[in-house]
T-cell receptor, first 114, second 116 residues
Framework: AQKVTQAQTEISVVEKEDVTLDCVYETRDTTYYLFWYKQPPSGELVFLIRRNSFDEQNEISGRYSWNFQKSTSSFNFTITASQVVDSAVYFCALSAGTASKLTFGTGTRLQVTL | GAVVSQHPSRVICKSGTSVKIECRSL??????MFWYRQFPKQSLMLMAT?????????EQGVEKDKFLINHASLTLSTLTVTSAHPEDSSFYICSASGQVTTYGYTFGSGTRLTVV
């Protein structure tokens, strides 16, 4: 069975602070994919990143960066210099393949204030 | 590319009526469609997985007679909530998977269902 844990329910930061969202996963599959999605108040899911289990390279995209560590089964997401527009719910998710279901974590609500 | 259109975005219906939600892949063939349900301030829970031309596979605890899923073509899947009740009020979102979806999944924009 697959499981994704996002222990942080809500995080509140002041604009320009850095913030890290934690994600820990469990799976018995040797090949799997990890995702991060952003869900703004409007409800749609915005894809942020996909990482497969064989690629442990960290990724940076603008103010966003991801740290994948198989040894600790973690896939953490850092926003540098946060902005008010970053306020949303962020979901970490796991799948065994693109034809397989996505298992979502419970989400972390990020509030960025001025 | 890889766009999924979901309609309606919002619907209010009376208790006891049925509601159909459509999910269309506009520019690719969706071999697999997933339907999720999300209660307020909660995570997305998979309801069912459907492959084109096959019966949907429902997750444990999801009533297949209440939530009818049809995936008759490679570009269209529908979810019908039959005899809706207030407890069915939720946010429903579909996801399509196909060869064109390079990162794996494309989500619709979701449907907010309110049963009164």
């Amino acid at each position: 069975a697959q499981k994704v844990t996002q222990a942080q329910t809500e995080i509140s930061v002041v604009e320009k602070e850095d913030v890290t969202l934690d994600c820990v996963y469990e799976t018995r599959d040797t090949t799997y994919y990890l995702f991060w999605y952003k869900q703004p108040p409007s409800g749609e899911l915005v894809f942020l990143i996909r990482r497969n289990s064989f690629d442990e390279q960290n990724e940076i995209s603008g103010r966003y960066s991801w740290n994948f560590q198989k040894s600790t089964s973690s896939f953490n997401f850092t926003i540098t210099a946060s902005q008010v527009v970053d306020s949303a719910v962020y979901f970490c998710a796991l799948s065994a393949g693109t034809a397989s279901k996505l298992t979502f974590g419970t989400g972390t609500r990020l509030q960025v204030t001025l | 590319g890889a766009v999924v259109s979901q309609h309606p975005s919002r619907v209010i219906c009376k208790s006891g009526t049925s509601v159909k939600i459509e999910c269309r892949s506009l520019d690719f063939q969706a071999t697999t469609m997933f339907w999720y349900r999300q209660f307020p301030k909660q995570s997305l829970m998979l309801m069912a997985t459907s492959n084109e031309g096959s019966k949907a596979t429902y997750e444990q605890g999801v009533e297949k007679d209440k939530f009818l899923i049809n995936h008759a073509s490679l570009t269209l899947s529908t979810l019908t909530v039959t005899s809706a009740h207030p407890e069915d009020s939720s946010f429903y979102i579909c996801s399509a998977s196909g060869q064109v979806t390079t990162y794996g999944y494309t989500f619709g924009s979701g449907t907010r269902l309110t049963v009164v």
